[in-house]
């Protein structure tokens, strides 16, 4: 895009967040109804903010990546982003938005299933509208990625479900570490979008419990959630080196899913054995072919990727299958991987296996890394009552899918090639500065297109 074409664009009178309502409404056109539907805990005689309103609010701190309860309050206290919050739901407009400690007291006592549901059908439209089917793995699978990662550390016990951890034991200088984690299973729809499918909250029943909580005790309750609320949803479990045991595999099975896990020295000893005889006797599959990696801010490389396979071992009476790649740059060895898989591998998938077992660090960079660090800041506190860190961690999870589908939809970020930072600061100034009408919020239906 030329100079002039960007200006052109840029000159444009540009309303970020009907733009952002546009996407929303296409894909999720009954969300601010589905919101309204949340079962409201708190005393109805009392109550002066509707639920609607706390929830929606909380999204919109989300994606215009206010970091702090309080930061929120002065941001929002403007005439113009009071009408359009108002209007945009449909109420009667009130004077001002409800205080960061109304909405925290709400959030202390919405149950977790409430905003559960409301993200199940915002999954479900997605996968009906059928847009991303492009992103399935082998053309069939669904790809489910499953991570944990650390929210909140504490050096004081923050509540009877703090897990613990000491430092530097035995020493002058230890110390116990009180901190909180979440087990994620995230949703792979295409190279550059994932989103949260189901959390597990990594939680001790109570203070000073015999055995702790852990990542692979929450997957066996995580797996349950994914199966019952998702059972006919064909998966593919992408997995780091952690779930390479019996235990997974019997989950899988049972559950009818598939699972490409990584390997590292030490995981299953046997089953490694086992494949290296097989290998030495030369009775492998194997490909090798060349390809090209493309960078964005460096000179594309040539790279020679060897995969080799071995199918039909068995662990403890499950069938595994074995996938192993090398890549070589410049005749040098670069990289090396290998994956336990419950799918036969031949040459036709090989090499699309191997692409597909390297997507691991989507959860780590498009999914943590960016909310921790670039948008959302989930690691800090929007409160202290334990409920409400839940509530405030899952709105989270719901404001970033639409944020996705919003950076996915929207042309002009495409255009102008917008960074995370902003996106968010155009939403937020736009919310701020710029009245909606009831025009704006009657919206056609439109066809987003994705390139391939």
Not at 415 to 437: A, D
Request: proline share 2%; hydrophobic share 35%; net charge neutral.
């Amino acid at each position: 895009m030329t100079r002039a074409e960007k200006r052109a664009i840029k000159n444009q009178i540009r309303n970020a967040i009907k733009e952002f309502l546009k996407i929303q409404a296409h894909y999720f056109p009954d969300l601010i109804e589905d919101i309204k539907k949340i079962m409201d805990e708190r005393n109805q005689s009392y109550v002066t903010y509707e639920i609607e309103v706390i929830i929606f609010v909380m999204i919109l701190k989300n994606i215009c990546s206010i970091e702090s309860m309080q930061e929120m309050n002065e941001a929002f206290n403007e005439d113009t982003c009071v009408k359009n919050i108002y209007r945009v739901l449909g109420l009667e407009e009130k004077d001002y938005l409800p205080h960061y400690v109304t909405i925290n007291e709400c959030l202390s006592r919405l149950d977790n299933q409430e905003l559960e549901k409301v993200r199940k059908k915002m999954v479900y439209g997605i996968i009906r509208k059928r847009s991303f089917e492009y992103g399935k793995f082998l053309g069939e699978k669904w790809l489910v990625i499953v991570d944990a990662t650390q929210l909140f550390c504490f050096k004081e016990r923050h509540c009877e479900h703090c897990l613990t951890k000491t430092i530097n034991r035995g020493t002058p200088e230890e110390k116990t570490v009180y901190y909180h984690q979440v087990l994620e299973a995230k949703l792979v729809l295409g190279d550059d979008m994932i989103i949260s499918l189901a959390t597990e909250f990594i939680e001790n029943p109570r203070a000073n419990a015999s055995k702790q909580d852990c990542e692979l005790t929450s997957f066996k309750r995580l797996a349950e959630t994914v199966k019952r609320e998702y059972p006919r949803l064909p998966i593919c479990l992408l997995a780091d080196s952690l779930y390479a045991n019996e235990s997974v595999f019997g989950i899988c099975r049972k559950s009818k899913w598939d699972f490409l896990i990584r390997y590292k020295e030490g995981s299953i000893p046997s089953i490694m054995e086992e494949y290296r005889e097989i290998v030495n006797m030369g009775e492998m599959g194997e490909s090798v072919p060349e390809r090209e990696e493309i960078y964005r801010r460096k000179p594309n490389m040539k790279q020679k990727l060897h995969i080799r396979w071995v199918n039909g071992l068995e662990y403890r009476k499950h069938p595994i299958h074995v996938l192993e790649l090398k890549i070589e740059r410049e005749g040098k060895k670069h990289q090396e991987f290998t994956w336990l898989s419950s799918i036969e591998i031949d040459a036709s998938v090989a090499e699309e296996m191997t692409e597909t077992g390297r997507k691991r660090w989507l959860i780590e960079n498009e999914g943590f890394n960016i909310q921790k660090n670039h948008r959302y800041m989930i690691t800090h506190a929007n409160s202290l009552d334990y409920n409400a860190m839940k509530n405030h961690y899952l709105i989270t999870q719901i404001a970033d899918i639409l944020m996705q589908m919003y950076e996915n939809g929207d042309r002009g970020i495409k255009e102008l090639k917008y960074t995370i930072k902003k996106i968010s600061e155009e939403l937020l100034e736009s919310l701020r500065k710029q009245e909606l009408k009831a025009e704006d919020l009657r919206f056609e239906k439109i066809q987003i297109r994705r390139k391939i």
